[in-house]
């Protein structure tokens, strides 16, 4: 959840858009590779962030998070 904490953080409070950078996220916290990649699966899986409609901008690490990420960081 420290993940989905930080890419939280990057929308701050007034930004309208939904889409979170978590390599930057992730090198932010020092997370090895493979620990990112499992932490994506687990938040993908449970609905807190979903892959960008462009394929091109998951590949780099860019994911929309959703609302119910967002409430689940926020409350």
Request: hydrophobic share 45%.
């Amino acid at each position: 959840m420290q993940l989905l904490k930080v890419m939280r953080e990057q929308l701050g409070e007034t930004t309208a858009g939904r889409s979170v950078d978590a390599v930057a996220a992730a090198n932010s916290l020092g997370m090895y590779p493979g620990t990112l990649e499992r932490s994506l699966l687990y938040l993908v899986r449970a609905g807190y962030i979903e892959e960008s409609a462009d394929h091109a901008m998951t590949t780099q690490g860019m994911y929309l998070i959703t609302f119910q990420g967002i409430a689940a960081i926020d409350t």
